[in-house]
């Protein structure tokens, strides 16, 4: 359950940090609350499941490898000896995984780091449920296993009622701030959008927009072909919460439809999906003034 209760937590800190950053389709509005709570219940009910085999697979094995070495070290069987354990089990995971990722072409920030990092996540993810195994297993005190459950799922929604109000406190205050498309005017868009391969959109103040290279993709995802042509664009503002903002480019009939508009005041974009939206692959093109 442990397990469980930490997969929810770090469910919901993500998605709070993820507020942050663009995102598209779907978003905001009372749906999209209720289908993000909706998904973190079936996520507990999910990781709750998965959590009993992971433990079964990784927590108790590693509070019993906790009392062997106790007993053959001569030492008290203690949770600080539990801890040391997993910290040691830990940094031979990590060892074993980062050096396969590396080996595979891992090419992230840092490839150094990948060590420290995969051995303390590990250890922040194994100890907590490692050591309220231990405790659940304790033969001298009688009902601890249902003592440390109901501490985990208290805990668990403490912590959960707790990082919804810092993140709901974070967000009302302005310390952090939800994401929101750039608010363009029409004179923003004046200027050339080229998507770094030779495709371009260069929008006039006269209300023409030239479009030279501009990839077109099938509906299943294929590029099908380029777009030169020329034609009329118009940046309307909507009420809906899915659109704020819809583009229209009028008179080249490969590129009338589903443009949307990304980035940030500084950095705007233009772009449509690539296949279906839940693909999250999508066709961009930078402002270059």
């Known amino acids: 359950m442990a397990i469980g209760a930490e997969t929810v937590l770090a469910a919901l800190v993500a998605v709070l940090y993820r507020l942050q950053f663009e995102y598209h389709g779907g978003e905001g509005g009372l749906g999209w609350l209720f289908g993000t ?13 998965a959590g009993l085999a992971g433990s079964a697979m990784a927590v108790l094995p590693l509070v019993l490898l906790g009392r062997v070495v106790a007993r053959r070290t001569g030492r008290r069987d203690s949770w600080q000896l539990t801890l040391a ?53 304790n033969p001298g005190k009688p009902g601890a296993r249902w003592r440390v459950l109901g501490g985990v799922a208290l805990g668990g929604l403490g912590l959960l009622a707790v990082t919804l109000a810092v993140g709901a406190a974070a967000y009302g205050s302005g310390v952090l701030k939800i994401y929101e498309p750039p608010r363009l005017t029409e004179a923003d868009m004046v200027g050339t959008w080229t998507d770094g391969d030779g495709g371009s959109l260069r929008f006039e103040a006269d209300g023409t927009v030239t479009a030279r ?10 590029q099908s072909g380029a777009s030169h042509c020329t034609g009329k ?7 809906g919460v899915d659109r ?36 999250g692959e999508r066709y961009i093109l930078t402002r270059q003034r």
């Not at 709570?37 to 709750?48: E, I, K, M, Q």
């Not at 910290?87 to 396969?100: F, R």
């Not at 290279?213 to 995802?221: H, L, M």
Request: proline share 5%.
């Open 233 to 239: 664009w118009q940046l309307t503002e909507n009420d």
């Open 37 to 49: 709570v909706f998904a973190l219940v079936l996520l507990a009910v999910v990781s709750t499941i």
């Open 85 to 137: 354990t997993v910290a040691v089990i830990a940094a031979a995971l990590a060892l074993l995984i980062g050096s396969w990722m590396l080996l595979s072409g891992f090419d992230g920030p840092g490839d150094l780091l990948v060590y420290p990092v995969l051995a303390l996540s590990l250890i922040v993810g194994l100890a907590p449920a490692t050591l309220c195994a231990r405790a659940a297993g």
């Open 244 to 279: 704020p903002f819809e583009l229209r480019i009028a008179d080249c009939e490969s590129l009338r439809f589903g443009w949307d508009i990304g980035g940030t005041e500084e950095h705007p974009t233009v772009f449509i999906w690539i296949g279906e939206p839940d693909s």
């Open 213 to 222: 290279g501009v990839k077109e993709y099938e509906a299943t995802g294929e």
